[in-house]
């Protein structure tokens, strides 16, 4: 067991969780938050591109109203509870052991996936919980090894906040040592932008 989530998989590098995501405590917002800043568009995953020819319902462009997610302590649950079903229940695995290809996006149905496949997954049960999908974006990452990873960025009213199947826990973007390169587009999943830098400080209070 723990040899197969300490393998190195294909750019996403998966670790056994040793916390426990954190219970809900008010998620305060202290003078650390921020949301990262997105520039201009950039190319799109190939990955995504051919996930979307198979699930085009999946992928429809254009949101009826861009929203970020209000963060109280019921969304916060859904978060951590979704989060470590996936990260429990998917088994890590490369594109090339699975499908003899590199950069195959699909939803891991046979229980089986690398990081993408753990994101799309987690997305896809986030918005049937209810969560606005203009909030759920897939994210590019280069990880501390320098190695593409990808990771789910949940923007809320209190930051921008990472689901990662390296971890059980959910943290702000930047605890998390990772590099950002580049994103869904709020208005549009099918538009990628570019992030990085992160805007001024923002307080927000506790409910």
């Known amino acids: 067991m723990q040899g197969r989530w300490t393998t190195v998989l294909g750019g996403c590098a998966l670790a056994l969780a040793t916390v426990l995501a954190p219970a809900w405590h008010g998620v305060r917002a202290g003078p650390q938050l921020a949301y990262l800043t997105e520039a201009g568009t950039t190319s799109v995953p190939i990955g995504w591109a051919q996930f979307c020819e198979l699930n085009a319902a999946d992928c429809q462009a254009r949101p009826a109203r861009v929203e970020n997610v209000t963060l109280s302590r019921a969304v916060w649950t859904q978060l951590v509870r979704i989060n470590a079903h996936v990260n429990a229940t998917v088994e890590p695995v490369t594109d090339i052991d699975q499908y003899g290809a590199d950069e195959v996006w699909t939803y891991p149905i046979s229980g089986r996936g690398d990081c993408e496949d753990y994101v799309l997954l987690k997305k896809q049960m986030l918005i049937r919980a209810g969560l606005p999908a203009s909030a759920l974006l897939i994210t590019v990452v280069r990880d501390r090894k ?16 990472v689901l990662d199947n390296e971890t059980d826990e959910i943290r702000l973007w930047h605890a998390t040592g990772y590099r950002f390169v580049k994103r869904q587009s709020q208005d549009d999943p099918n538009r990628w932008v570019t992030v990085g830098p992160a805007t001024a400080p923002t307080a927000v209070a506790s409910p």
């Open 146 to 161: 320098g190695e593409g990873h990808a990771i789910l960025t949940v923007k809320t009213d209190r930051g921008d906040y």
